[in-house]
T-cell receptor, first 115, second 110 residues
Framework: AQSVAQPEDQVNVAEGNPLTVKCTYS??????LFWYVQYPNRGLQFLLK??????LVKGSYGFEAEFNKSQTSFHLKKPSALVSDSALYFC?????????????FGTGTRLKVLA | SQTIHQWPATLVQPVGSPLSLECTVE??????LYWYRQAAGRGLQLLFY??????ISSEVPQNLSASRPQDRQFILSSKKLLLSDSGFYLC?????????FGEGSRLTVL
């Protein structure tokens, strides 16, 4: 079965500092991995994805994520945080080799960027 | 253009009343469609997904059902709402490679 773990409920970071939001996954086959962001009372917005190829994926708003197969991780990063990055972040996985179209999400990590 | 519409945006319903949330998409034929529920502003629970008309996969036994009467229409229903059905319901689809979400429907059951 597919699963995603986001071990931190909340991450606090000062504006201008680098940020990392952690994600680990479990699938039986090869993973497709995604990051989404949610602002209050809104739907989720797509940030970036890993399908295959380069382990470092660049996405929207200066975010990037690094796929690490040996650690089954896909951590979200940004070199310099902005106050406007404060939001709820979700990691998601789809098992690419099982034929399923299920996308499973983590429980979310609330990012607070302090001015 | 590829768009997803979800309504109503907010709904307050008494316990025991019926529910119908509708989601429609434009721009792609035979899309995969999904219903998720988000409780207490946190994790997303996959409720149903559909890979074609009349094809519904249910992920969690519950008080809800889904239907896909047309290629680009996905409906979430209940015959009798429970208090525990309260939450933020999100429809999603895959127009081109990843999930895109609607703006959500907030349901409060009193």
């Amino acid at each position: 079965a597919q699963s995603v773990a986001q071990p931190e409920d909340q991450v606090n970071v000062a504006e201008g500092n680098p940020l990392t939001v952690k994600c680990t996954y479990s699938v039986s086959g090869n993973p497709y991995l995604f990051w989404y962001v949610q602002y209050p009372n809104r739907g989720l917005q797509f940030l970036l994805k890993y399908i295959t190829g380069d382990n470092l994926v660049k996405g929207s708003y200066g975010f990037e994520a690094e796929f690490n197969k040996s650690q089954t991780s896909f951590h979200l990063k940004k070199p310099s945080a902005l106050v406007s990055d404060s939001a709820l972040y979700f990691c998601a996985v789809r098992d690419a080799t099982s034929g399923t179209y299920k996308y499973i999400f983590g429980t979310g990590t609330r990012l607070k960027v302090l001015a | 253009s590829q768009t997803i519409h979800q309504w109503p945006a907010t709904l307050v319903q008494p316990v025991g009343s019926p529910l119908s949330l509708e989601c429609t998409v434009e721009g792609t034929s035979n899309p995969n469609l999904y219903w998720y529920r988000q409780a207490a502003g946190r994790g997303l629970q996959l409720l149903f997904y559909s890979v074609g008309i009349g094809q519904i996969s249910s992920e969690v036994p519950q008080n809800l059902s889904a239907s896909r009467p047309q290629d680009r229409q996905f409906i979430l229903s209940s015959k009798k709402l429970l208090l525990s059905d309260s939450g933020f319901y999100l429809c999603a689809w895959i127009p081109s490679g990843e999930l895109f979400f609607g703006e959500g429907s907030r349901l409060t059951v009193l």
